[in-house]
């Protein structure tokens, strides 16, 4: 079994780090530069930096935030929002990101990520996948939640795994911010249906939360936000907790 990774998520807002439920109702939690040092010196896996808002707005993702993060930690940086071309994401991995997740600009232009593994490398592009359920499957949204596409997410994975992307980003609509648990059963039929990395993503509230999707699904890593913002608990607080529960951890 691969070792599992922890990795907090900071969404961005104007220069700041927010966070909502359900993608809506933003609140203020601190600065993404400290955030991120802290993050980093916690012995987190890698650390995620979405500007949430870059999409929706029609605007590129804030280069000066990039630099100022990856200039300040020591982890494997993802960057996502707002990122829609080629020279986007050599200006993302200029500016210091390890990884470009895509999303929207994934699914209006799939032949992006075709482009973009062929030009950086397959292990540098991540897919991000905002998924909401609808009857007994889910679809795949766009701009922050607010867009159905009508695309199966199971079907959309296995379609961006064979376009060349490296990884899967995986988060739950439904569950964001709920603080209830992880979406096991979408989670659970993603990391089935491909062979590369999902980043479980989306609800969690409780160290149970991370040990119960590790243990329940395939995914190869869980992201959280708000439990790590809030102090709720610490990445070794994590760590520790499933590796108590017979979880391999990776060993920042």
Same mark, same amino acid.
């Given at each position: 079994?691969?070792?599992?990774?922890?990795?907090?998520?900071?969404?961005?807002?104007?220069?700041?780090?927010v966070?909502?439920?359900?993608?809506?109702?933003?609140?203020e939690?601190?600065?993404?530069?400290e955030?991120a040092?802290?993050?980093?010196?916690?012995?987190?896996?890698?650390?995620?930096?979405?500007?949430? @808002?870059?999409?929706?707005?029609?605007?590129?993702?804030? &280069?000066d935030?990039?630099?100022?993060? @990856?200039?300040?930690?020591?982890?494997?940086?993802? &960057?996502?929002?707002?990122?829609?071309?080629?020279?986007?994401?050599?200006?993302?991995?200029?500016?210091?990101? @390890?990884?470009?997740?895509?999303?929207?600009?994934?699914?209006?232009?799939?032949?992006? &990520?075709?482009?973009?593994?062929?030009?950086?490398?397959? *292990?540098?592009?991540?897919?991000?996948i905002?998924?909401?359920?609808?009857? *007994?499957?889910?679809?795949?949204?766009?701009?922050?939640?607010?867009?159905?596409?009508?695309?199966?997410?199971?079907?959309?994975?296995?379609?961006?795994?064979?376009?060349?992307?490296?990884?899967?980003?995986?988060?739950?609509?439904?569950?964001?911010?709920?603080?209830?648990?992880?979406?096991?059963?979408?989670?659970?039929?993603?990391?089935?249906?491909?062979?590369?990395?999902?980043?479980? @993503?989306?609800?969690?509230?409780?160290?149970?939360?991370?040990?119960?999707?590790?243990?329940?699904?395939?995914?190869?890593?869980?992201?959280?936000?708000?439990?790590?913002?809030?102090?709720?608990?610490t990445?070794?607080?994590?760590?520790?907790?499933?590796?108590?529960?017979?979880?391999?951890?990776?060993?920042?």
């Open positions: 079994m691969e070792a599992k990774r922890i990795i907090p998520c900071l969404d961005t807002k104007d220069g700041k780090v966070k909502g439920t359900n993608f809506v109702g933003l609140r939690l601190g600065d993404p530069v955030l040092k802290k993050y980093s010196n916690d012995g987190a896996d890698e650390l995620v930096v979405l500007d949430i @808002s870059a999409t929706t707005e029609g605007r590129e993702t804030v &280069i935030v990039i630099q100022n993060v @990856s200039q300040n930690i020591t982890i494997p940086l993802i &960057i996502g929002g707002g990122i829609g071309s080629i020279e986007d994401i050599q200006r993302v991995l200029d500016a210091g990101a @390890s990884k470009v997740g895509i999303n929207s600009a994934a699914v209006k232009n799939p032949q992006l &990520i075709k482009e973009a593994a062929e030009k950086f490398g397959s *292990d540098r592009i991540v897919v991000a905002d998924a909401q359920k609808y009857g *007994d499957s889910w679809n795949v949204v766009t701009h922050g939640g607010s867009k159905d596409t009508g695309l199966d997410v199971v079907e959309w994975s296995k379609e961006v795994e064979s376009l060349g992307a490296g990884e899967i980003l995986l988060t739950s609509v439904d569950t964001d911010g709920v603080k209830n648990g992880f979406d096991i059963p979408l989670t659970k039929a993603v990391s089935e249906a491909v062979q590369i990395p999902v980043i479980a @993503s989306g609800g969690v509230g409780t160290l149970e939360h991370f040990v119960d999707v590790f243990k329940e699904t395939k995914v190869a890593a869980a992201l959280a936000a708000s439990v790590f913002h809030e102090n709720t608990f990445v070794d607080d994590v760590k520790t907790a499933c590796k108590e529960q017979g979880v391999e951890m990776r060993e920042a």
